[in-house]
Every structure is written in C-alpha cells, then in structure tokens.
C-alpha cells in the first residue's frame, strides 16, 4: 500500500527520504531553513531519480516555508489537499525537549507542535506520525521562588488530548534506530494516530509481537540478518584517509578531500547503491586541523577509552572545557550522531568526521548530496542549519523507512478489521 504523506519540519529529507524507500509518495515537505530545504531540493524535488521526488503541488511555492508563514498565507492551499493526503509526519523541534539543553517550558520551539496540529486539522489525513526525542514524553519541571517547584504535563500527553478531540486514536512508542540497520544508538519517541482507527488497530500498533514482525521483514528487505548490527568500522572504513591521495575538494575551494577507493563491506555497498564503484561521494570536505590540535586528538586515542565521553581529568589535561567528545569504538555501535561535528573523534585517525561520515552513521545513501555551509557558529547557529547540523537533525533514513513499511501495515489491519466488524454487524440475529 502507498500513503501520500507532508513532511512537516522536514529539515534536509531524511524522513521523507525513509517513506519513499518504503514506497510512499511525498506531497509536501514543510522547512523553514535554507539551507536545509537546498538540500532537500535537489535531492528530492530536482534529483534524477523519479522514485524518489515530491509530488509537489502548484499552489504552494517550491521552496522553504516556516509553517507559521505557510499557515498564514497558504491555508486555502492546504484545506485543498484534505482528501487527497494519507499521511502527515514530521517532528517539531526538540531542542526545548532534549535532556542535553536547558529544558524550559516556555521555550517558544515547544509550541510548535500546535502548528503542526493546525496543518492535521486543516488536511485531515487518516495517519499522523510524530517524531522527536523521548524527553517530549518528560514532565516539566518549573521553579517557583516561594512555592515548591511545579510540575507541567508532558508535551507528548498534550499533543494526544489534542488529537483525540480531531477524532484520532493514537498510541506512544519508542524505538532505537541500531535495531531497523543504523549504525547507531539513537532512541527516539513516536506517537502515531489514526483518524477513526478501531480499538484493535490501536491495540495492534504497539503489540510486541507485531512490531517485531515488521522489524524482521524490514530487516531482511535490507538483506541483513536481523540479528546484526552495523558498526562503526563497517559503516565508514571506505572513507579512512590514510594512505590515499589527497584531492582538492569537489565543492570547496581550498580544501582537500581523500580519493575513493571503493567499499569494503556489505553496508557500504548498499549505500552506495547506483554509485559506480570508485564514483566519490559529495560532501568528503577533510578538516583542516593544527598541529595542537592533532596533537590532543592523538593524546586522547592513547588515553581515553573508546566508544565513550572523555572523562574529567583527561578533559583537563587537553585543556577544554568541552563536555560531550566522543573517541568512536570502531567495532561497536556509534553514539547518537549530534548537529556538532567535534562532538565525535575518529576510530584511529586524530581528527573529526567528514559530513559524509556523519551521513553514513546516519543511513543516507552516497547518492544523497549536501548543500549549503559545512559549519557555522555564534549567533548565526540561530538561523543557518549547516551540512553537520543537517544531518544531526534528521530521521535516519533507514528508521524512516521501517516506519513507512510499518504504518502501510496498520492501515491494511485497520481496513480488514473495520471489514470484519461490518460483516459481523450484516449478520442477521439468531431468533
């Protein structure tokens, strides 16, 4: 079955990309940052493969919105589509949510999901799908000078009161992107709603045994074991630097990337499906580090430990108050991949991850390009979304592709019992 879906907050289109591996059709992605939606442009709305590109509606302009800005101007375009979406997904910012921030409850990015509620009215599609970190599910917790702290409900048990009033059934879930073939650890929380979904459907959606079966199907239709995991060697080896010749950078000035010799394993090669075997990837930009700084990369492969955070004391011998540096562990699974690119530590080279390193941890196919700045900071971190912080912010493809695989399913279940029940209700009454 194929839904027709809107990527709300889409960012660069990793869960639009998901969906249409799974076989759904794109409508609408909904981005408010530049450089975010160049990258989605010309992945997913300009890109040579037809099976992956929006079906984009000509009443709305083909570029970035803010959905605030797409509400105001572009409602009677959105009322239009009511009948002829399945699917509304998305994930509203979670910077205000995330236990590594500050965790305000008037934090203005909070409120967003009740634009992303408006969109729900206005389009009624039969499935939403709501995707952020699991601390959306956290209470707040607000200090008051002369009162005991008080504690707020959840966002996540708002956005369902809310959605129950529409007339949507929905349930909550967590899932862990290493177990669908992402080489990483990165839990995220879902709520998943189906406009007049009967109790078995909802019942269904969150059964162990049943997502367990789509999990082995979606494994094996990667041609993994479900069994496996993707480490971090296995998932970016191809891309080590050492012994290769160094190139100037294919969309840099006065930078220099290493040349592709190929892939050395099963996960690379299906990344790098329609590549032609030594065809270079975009986005392999290598940092320019000092000597100093190469030199606190080597003192923390030889001291740290890897596959974690740097302790308290090797943080002081290096002389940075910085608290989240990870030395990757080659043969294990790769922390949640951040929008920061020196947050990570490569295996056995003394430098940071390319964007195409980021990338692989994250499930985006070679194919896929990066556009826009590589970095950014100060204040502009308010307003850019770089290639790092594109990637950091996105659904892994791979997740999304599951998801997709998944909501199809409880769609045909929720056909079928819908079916049973009218055929139960025809039968006539024994006398």
Same mark, same amino acid.
């Given at each position: 079955? @194929?839904?027709?879906?809107?990527?709300?907050?889409?960012?660069?289109?990793?869960? @639009?990309?998901?969906?249409?591996?799974?076989?759904?059709?794109?409508?609408?992605?909904?981005?408010?940052?530049?450089?975010?939606?160049?990258?989605?442009?010309?992945?997913?709305?300009?890109?040579?493969?037809?099976?992956?590109?929006?079906?984009?509606?000509?009443?709305?302009?083909?570029?970035?919105?803010?959905?605030?800005? &797409?509400?105001?101007?572009?409602?009677?375009?959105?009322?239009?589509?009511?009948?002829?979406?399945?699917?509304?997904?998305?994930?509203?910012?979670?910077?205000?949510?995330?236990?590594?921030?500050?965790?305000?409850?008037?934090?203005?990015?909070?409120?967003?999901?009740?634009?992303?509620?408006? !969109?729900?009215?206005?389009?009624?599609?039969?499935?939403?799908? &709501?995707?952020?970190?699991?601390?959306?599910?956290?209470?707040?917790?607000?200090?008051?000078?002369? %009162?005991?702290?008080?504690?707020?409900?959840?966002?996540?048990?708002?956005?369902?009161?809310?959605?129950?009033?529409?007339?949507?059934?929905?349930?909550?879930?967590?899932?862990?992107?290493?177990?669908?073939?992402?080489?990483? !650890?990165?839990?995220?929380?879902?709520?998943?709603?189906?406009?007049?979904?009967?109790?078995?459907?909802? +019942?269904?959606?969150?059964?162990?045994?049943?997502?367990? %079966?789509?999990?082995?199907?979606?494994?094996?239709?990667?041609?993994?074991?479900?069994?496996?995991?993707?480490?971090?060697?296995?998932?970016?080896?191809?891309?080590?630097?050492?012994?290769?010749?160094?190139?100037?950078?294919?969309?840099?000035?006065?930078?220099?990337?290493?040349?592709?010799?190929?892939?050395?394993?099963?996960?690379?090669? @299906?990344?790098?499906?329609?590549?032609?075997?030594? +065809?270079?990837?975009?986005?392999?930009? &290598?940092?320019?580090?000092?000597?100093?700084?190469?030199?606190?990369?080597?003192?923390?492969?030889?001291?740290?430990?890897?596959?974690?955070?740097?302790?308290?004391?090797?943080?002081?011998?290096?002389?940075?108050?910085?608290?989240?540096?990870?030395?990757?562990?080659?043969?294990?699974?790769?922390?949640?991949?951040?929008?920061?690119?020196?947050?990570?530590?490569?295996?056995?080279?003394?430098?940071?991850?390319?964007?195409?390193?980021?990338?692989?941890? +994250?499930?985006?196919?070679?194919?896929?390009?990066?556009?826009?700045?590589?970095?950014?900071?100060?204040?502009?971190?308010?307003?850019?979304?770089?290639?790092? %912080?594109?990637?950091?912010?996105?659904?892994?493809?791979?997740?999304?592709?599951?998801?997709?695989?998944?909501?199809? %399913?409880?769609?045909?279940?929720?056909?079928?019992?819908?079916?049973?029940?009218?055929?139960?209700? @025809?039968?006539?009454?024994?006398?």
């Amino acid at each position: 079955m @194929s839904l027709k879906f809107i990527d709300l907050f889409a960012g660069c289109g990793g869960l @639009s990309l998901g969906l249409m591996q799974a076989g759904h059709t794109g409508v609408l992605a909904v981005e408010k940052t530049g450089h975010a939606f160049s990258t989605l442009r010309k992945n997913l709305l300009e890109g040579a493969r037809e099976r992956f590109r929006f079906d984009w509606p000509a009443s709305i302009p083909r570029q970035n919105h803010d959905i605030i800005e &797409l509400l105001a101007n572009h409602e009677d375009a959105l009322l239009s589509l009511r009948g002829q979406v399945d699917l509304i997904a998305g994930g509203p910012p979670c910077q205000g949510f995330s236990v590594y921030g500050d965790r305000k409850p008037n934090d203005l990015r909070n409120a967003l999901y009740k634009k992303y509620l408006k !969109v729900v009215e206005l389009v009624q599609p039969r499935v939403v799908l &709501l995707e952020n970190v699991e601390g959306i599910d956290m209470p707040f917790v607000q200090k008051r000078a002369n %009162s005991p702290p008080k504690v707020v409900h959840t966002t996540a048990a708002r956005i369902k009161k809310e959605l129950k009033a529409m007339g949507y059934g929905s349930v909550a879930f967590k899932l862990c992107s290493s177990e669908y073939g992402v080489p990483q !650890v990165r839990p995220r929380f879902f709520i998943m709603a189906m406009r007049g979904a009967t109790k078995r459907t909802l +019942q269904l959606a969150t059964n162990p045994e049943f997502l367990e %079966s789509e999990r082995i199907d979606h494994m094996w239709a990667l041609r993994l074991d479900p069994a496996a995991v993707t480490t971090v060697r296995q998932a970016i080896s191809d891309l080590e630097i050492t012994g290769k010749a160094r190139l100037p950078c294919q969309d840099t000035k006065g930078f220099q990337q290493a040349a592709y010799a190929g892939p050395l394993t099963p996960y690379q090669v @299906s990344m790098r499906e329609g590549m032609t075997r030594l +065809q270079a990837p975009n986005s392999m930009r &290598l940092p320019r580090h000092g000597d100093e700084t190469i030199t606190k990369f080597k003192l923390l492969q030889e001291k740290g430990q890897p596959g974690y955070k740097i302790g308290d004391e090797l943080r002081k011998e290096l002389g940075t108050s910085k608290f989240r540096i990870h030395w990757l562990n080659a043969d294990k699974l790769a922390p949640t991949i951040t929008t920061l690119p020196d947050d990570f530590i490569h295996y056995n080279e003394p430098r940071i991850l390319t964007v195409r390193e980021f990338a692989r941890l +994250q499930s985006f196919p070679d194919w896929f390009e990066f556009h826009g700045k590589y970095t950014t900071g100060g204040e502009l971190r308010k307003v850019d979304c770089p290639r790092y %912080s594109q990637i950091g912010n996105a659904v892994p493809p791979r997740l999304a592709m599951f998801l997709g695989r998944y909501l199809a %399913s409880l769609v045909e279940q929720d056909d079928q019992f819908k079916a049973e029940e009218e055929a139960d209700q @025809s039968q006539p009454m024994a006398a």
